[in-house]
């Protein structure tokens, strides 16, 4: 009866060299007639001239732009345009740009004083000659990065009408100290800050909707419990501590309840409860094992894993346990279920004719099955979506040991998130905007 439990646990727990096995905007850029947005990025300025933190900025501005594959980058030798000295753009150079095809100018400016680094930002819209964005971001010196980001998200809303994810964090468990612990990173992998000094196993790190808290699983008291984490105060609560295995925690999407896995009843079961730890409510009535729950957006739904019909398949039921519906009918083992931003898909780890764990995704509703990740002798497993609902991060060992990789819905631009270092990082949860 706990076999799938027992083997989703040494999955994740057994951070090794191997495992077991040794969004609609993204959809209408891969439609006939979609144009990416033309962006010109003009040389940042740093006083009378351009400094390392000014291209710092800089580099990380395209990389945001780059990565959300909605601009086309458009370099200023490739139409002849010299920018000036002073970076801002005059009218004859957005009429050249706007001849050439271009939508956007953007540039910035950086001032350094005695108490904070300034980041002034700004872009204009060709067409018309017309600045259409000038703030001011400001903070230390080491928020350099952050500043860039957040200048990326403002240029998303404006151009696209779509927040951007660059100010996003990920959470995963990393054996970096000696014991599995949570960290957290910007969505790019910069600035990796530990979170948790559990001196234990930690397992399953979830975001609350605000962003201002994680779920986790750890062994911290000898016991598999489930414990709720403050970001901001680093308080920590332990909300459900039965007798046996207490994990897989997911939050719901008004931030009222977490639903989690058990075996206090023997097999697992999926259960509900609040993130005080109070008012328990059992979902799953099932001899066998259901485990690792996910709330669709709505709040509606909840997709798990189970066993029921002999093999490890993702099912959905309604949140409170009714109606349940089987989702996934390929392959004899598919677990780990997430359900997209905007609900459209449900992505999972998935074993293929090789019997290596990839990345698939399901439509919701069935009609469209399709695998992420490219078969090879490795495994990708534990995926989890960015916000904008193009992006998926997951954990991977197809460089030795495992490390945190993000790669598009179609399977496109992987990229390592975690770098090559004594260490297994794994379990990511990308946080809300």
């Known amino acids: 009866m706990l076999k799938l439990v027992s083997l989703i ?36 300025q740093e006083g009378s001239g351009k400094n390392e933190a000014a291209s710092i900025a800089e580099n990380v501005l395209r990389a945001d732009l780059e990565r959300s594959l909605v601009f086309e980058l458009i370099e200023t030798s490739d139409i002849g345009f010299i920018p000036t000295s002073e970076g801002a753009p005059d009218a004859q150079a957005l009429a050249k740009a706007s001849k050439a095809g271009v939508q956007g100018l953007v540039w910035a400016k950086l001032i350094v004083n005695e ?8 872009a204009y819209e060709t067409s018309n000659r017309e600045e259409v964005i000038s703030i001011r971001i400001s903070g230390k010196k080491r928020l350099i990065r952050n500043m860039a980001h957040r200048f990326s998200d403002i240029l998303t809303l404006h151009f696209t009408g779509e927040k951007g994810i660059a100010q996003t964090k990920i959470a995963y468990i990393s054996d970096l100290s000696g014991n599995k612990e949570i960290y957290v990173m910007d969505y790019d992998g910069a600035n990796k800050m530990r979170v948790t000094r559990d001196h234990s196993i930690v397992l399953s790190p979830r975001w609350s909707p605000s962003g201002k808290k994680l779920v986790y699983t750890s062994y911290r008291s000898g016991n598999p419990n489930i414990y709720v984490l403050d970001m901001k105060t680093g ?22 309840r ?48 189970s066993d029921r019909g002999g093999k ?35 992505a999972y780890a998935c074993r293929n004719k ?45 460089f030795g040991k495992s490390q945190i990789f993000s790669i598009h819905l179609d399977g496109s631009h992987l990229r390592r998130l975690t770098t090559s270092n004594p260490s297994n990082n794994i379990s990511p949860a990308w946080s809300p905007r």
Do not use: H
Not at 271 to 289: E, M, Q
Not at 316 to 337: E, K, Q
């Open 354 to 398: 090789e019997r290596r764990l990839k990345v698939c995704a399901d439509r919701a509703d069935g009609t469209q099955s399709i695998v992420v990740t490219e078969s090879g002798p490795w495994d990708d497993e534990a995926p989890s979506w960015g916000q904008n609902g193009r992006e998926l991060i997951f954990t991977s060992n197809r």
């Open 9 to 44: 646990l040494l999955l994740i727990v057994s951070i090794g060299n191997t495992s077991v096995y040794s969004a609609e905007v993204f959809l209408e850029m891969k439609r006939k007639g979609f144009r990416k947005i033309p962006l010109m990025i003009l040389p940042f």
């Open 115 to 122: 108490k904070e680094w300034v980041l002034e930002s700004y």
């Open 312 to 346: 490890p398949q993702i099912y959905i039921m309604d949140a409170d346990g009714a109606n349940v519906n089987r989702l996934t009918f390929g392959g004899d083992y598919n677990t780990s279920p997430v359900w997209s931003p905007k609900g459209e898909w449900i």
């Open 258 to 305: 977490i639903a989690f896995a058990t075996t206090k009843d023997g097999n697992s079961e999926i259960y509900s409860i609040k993130s005080n730890g109070s008012d328990l409510k059992r979902l799953s009535f099932n001899k066998s094992d259901d485990l690792s729950p996910t709330w669709s957006p709505t709040g509606n739904k909840i997709a798990f894993t």
């Open 235 to 256: 308080k920590k609560k332990m909300i459900a501590s039965f007798s046996g295995l207490n994990y897989s925690p997911a939050w719901s999407p008004v931030e009222d």
